[in-house]
């Protein structure tokens, strides 16, 4: 009677199951032909809102995905590592999540070892300059050390191209010294109190100066001041080491404040005025700021007095060749001078041997100077007589 009951509950069961089975079954199809029957209605509409959904979602997952990957609204003022000590340099940067990198490394004479002279990106007065995190920072610094290079030999070229080859080799001129020369070139050089010759293997520290000695042809010796205002060092130092002038002193006036201003100023006044002729070898003094207006106006007055500058210039080699034409005549006057002086001696001494013989021919010295004397008297009518000749000519 049991085994009975629970076979028929048992039945019972699997009958309500597969009932609902049957149930969910017929839900589904009628669910699942009712969507059919919309998309099959108006398939297009329904085709353009999935592109839309599918595009709305691709939209918000770039746009935050953007804004995390590219830290959006998160930015750092890049600061000033500029004439900072390396090591705080880096300090200050793990505080600001910022790395840095050393991507050159020069040597300036009145700068300390170690201290960062320039920076790419640098951050300017007019405008904040920012970056992200994690960011690199480009870094100049000054090194420690100079390495050594060895000293090329310029000489028996012209001034331009020995200190174009200096330079590019990483020299500069220290002092230029000039003579008098059959042609307008080095005659010789040195560096640190030695020689240079054309056999010479000496290394110098990069960025030492070069003493050079140059020739100049007689009547030569006046040259012209270039026009330096506005120029940057470098550019300055060149124009007068290439006209033949030295550099003197090296001034900045109050609104060069650091490394960067140092870099950026230029020649406001130059103590040999523009145009003006001196002697080669003077010596220039250069006086640089970061003031345009102040450059501005120097330059108007140094370019109206260039003119006046220029002509006496002019003038100066003009009575500085003049002066060589005469030296030059009265030199060619004083050679022919000591070459008539020297054949005088030399006839001198043929008379003096003529004498000596003489004395045996005559048998007496007297007798023999007397014959001397007449044949000199005789010499001397005949020069003064031709010398009166040549005159009346002329």
Avoid at 168 to 194: M, P, Y
Avoid at 207 to 219: E, H, K
Avoid at 239 to 268: H, P
């Amino acid at each position: 009677m049991k085994k009975l009951q629970n076979k028929q509950k048992k039945e019972s069961t699997l009958n309500s199951a597969n009932e609902q089975a049957a149930t969910d079954m017929v839900g589904g199809q009628a669910n699942e032909s009712k969507f059919m029957r919309v998309y099959r209605r108006i398939p297009v509409l329904m085709n353009i809102l999935c592109i839309i959904v599918f595009g709305v979602v691709v939209v918000l997952m770039v746009y935050y995905g953007l804004r995390w990957g590219t830290r959006h609204n998160k930015a750092i003022k890049v600061p000033a590592f500029i004439e900072m000590s390396l090591e705080d340099a880096r300090k200050l940067a793990d505080e600001m999540d910022l790395e840095l990198v050393v991507r050159d490394s020069v040597y300036e004479t009145d700068i300390a070892g170690g201290l960062v002279v320039d920076q790419m990106p640098a951050p300017s007065t007019v405008r904040d300059v920012t970056v992200k995190p994690d960011r690199k920072i480009y870094l100049t610094v000054n090194a420690y050390a100079r390495r050594k290079v060895k000293v090329p030999y310029v000489g028996h070229v012209a001034l331009r191209q020995a200190i174009n080859q200096l330079e590019r080799e990483g020299f500069n001129i220290k002092e230029l010294t000039f003579v008098q020369h059959h042609a307008d070139i080095v005659t010789s050089q040195s560096v640190g109190g030695r020689t240079i010759t054309r056999t010479s293997d000496i290394l110098m520290p990069y960025g030492s100066g070069v003493n050079l000695t140059v020739g100049y042809r007689n009547g030569h010796h006046i040259t012209s001041v270039p026009r330096l205002i506005g120029m940057r060092l470098h550019q300055a130092q060149n124009a007068l080491w290439t006209s033949g002038l030295n550099v003197n002193k090296i001034e900045y006036d109050s609104t060069v404040t650091d490394l960067k201003s140092r870099r950026i100023a230029r020649v406001y006044m130059q103590t040999q005025p523009s145009k003006k002729g001196v002697k080669r070898g003077t010596k220039v003094s250069l006086y640089l700021t970061c003031d345009d207006k102040l450059i501005d106006s120097l330059s108007k007055i140094s370019d109206h007095n260039a003119k006046y500058l220029d002509e006496q210039r002019k003038l100066m080699e003009q009575e500085a060749q003049e002066e060589a034409r005469l030296q030059e005549e009265r030199e060619a006057k004083r050679r022919e001078e000591e070459e008539r002086r020297a054949a005088e001696a030399a006839e001198l001494l043929e008379s003096i041997e003529a004498v000596d013989g003489s004395t045996q021919i005559y048998g007496s010295e007297e007798e023999a100077k007397a014959v001397a004397e007449a044949t000199a008297a005789q010499q001397t009518a005949q020069q003064a007589t031709s010398t009166t000749d040549e005159e009346e000519f002329f």
